[in-house]
């Protein structure tokens, strides 16, 4: 009966996933949309310009939000490559997440190194990865334009493990005519080759030292980072379920015990 027990509050304990939000806001306030930079949007902002990302999770499931501008005359829902004059065609940035050691990339667009559409990463699901890419490896450190070269834009596809199931994305307007929503849902895959990375990721939703960071073009035309703004230990209630009958497990053995 004890080791049913402890079997038991096991499950229970292993059930509880807190959760947990990583947000990124863009501190630019544009009101101009037909203007330049002013400082933080390289083009114009109807393109480029980021409102915010948003990284949550309702136990193993994950939800990521983005809210920007996109596309050549903005409110581009299909996220297509966007090409300006002679420059190299860009495509959306990969949510990027750093803690520590731990780097995870999370794709808007399917991607390899250096080419959108295929191969390498698959929209809306998480991988593990090595490194980012720099917006001048992912355009081929073109001559000319003007450009942030030096920023993190994609996940390095080389070597990437993916590490979430069910993904899919959907991409509406948010606010016409130009600010889309880019909706992205999949659960983490739990089973004993990613068990240590679910959790180091869990983790890292309510961890200060972690980073939220997202270019909304692989140029680098916008950029925002964020760390965790809440640590919502609060436990499912499929995880109060699990646990409850863990302690009823404890009470049952104890009264055997005393008999």
């Known amino acids: 009966m004890k080791m049913v027990f402890s079997l038991a509050l096991a499950l229970g304990m292993a059930g509880l996933a807190p959760a947990a939000s990583l947000v990124a806001v863009d501190?630019?306030?544009?009101?101009?949309?037909?203007?330049?930079?002013?400082?933080?949007?390289?083009g114009?902002?109807?393109?480029?310009?980021?409102d915010l990302v948003s990284i949550s999770n309702t136990g193993n499931n994950v939800t990521v939000i983005v809210h920007m501008n996109y596309?050549?005359?903005?409110?581009?829902?299909?996220?297509?490559?966007?090409?300006?004059?002679s420059f190299p065609s860009v495509n959306p940035g990969d949510v990027l997440l750093t803690?520590?050691?731990n780097r995870w990339a999370i794709p808007l667009v399917s991607h390899n190194n250096t080419t959108t559409g295929g191969g390498g990463m698959t929209a809306a699901n998480l991988?593990?990865?090595?490194?980012?890419?720099?917006?001048?490896?992912?355009?081929?450190?073109?001559?000319?334009?003007?450009?942030?070269p030096t920023e993190n834009v994609w996940g390095n596809s080389t070597g990437a493990t993916v590490r979430s199931s069910g993904a899919s994305r959907n991409v509406t307007l948010f606010a016409a005519p130009y600010e889309i929503e880019v909706a992205i849902n999949f659960t983490l895959l739990t089973d004993i080759a990613n068990a240590a990375n679910t959790t180091a990721f869990l983790n890292a939703l309510s961890d200060s030292n972690s980073v939220l960071h997202f270019a909304s073009a692989t140029c680098g035309n916008?950029?925002?980072?964020?760390?965790?703004?809440?640590?919502?230990?609060?436990?499912e209630p499929a995880s109060l379920a699990l646990m409850g009958a863990?302690?009823?497990?404890?009470?049952?053995?104890?009264?055997?015990r005393l008999a």
């Open 71 to 85: 596309g050549a005359n903005g409110g581009d829902t299909g996220l297509g490559p966007i090409t300006i004059g």
């Open 44 to 50: 114009l902002l109807r393109s480029f310009d980021i």
């Open 27 to 42: 501190a630019y306030a544009g009101s101009n949309n037909n203007g330049s930079s002013n400082g933080d949007v390289i």
């Open 99 to 101: 803690n520590g050691a």
């Open 246 to 256: 863990g302690l009823v497990g404890l009470g049952f053995w104890g009264r055997k």
């Open 127 to 148: 991988y593990s990865v090595s490194s980012f890419l720099t917006a001048s490896t992912v355009l081929g450190n073109p001559s000319g334009g003007t450009y942030r």
């Open 222 to 235: 916008d950029v925002v980072n964020g760390s965790p703004t809440a640590d919502e230990t609060t436990p």
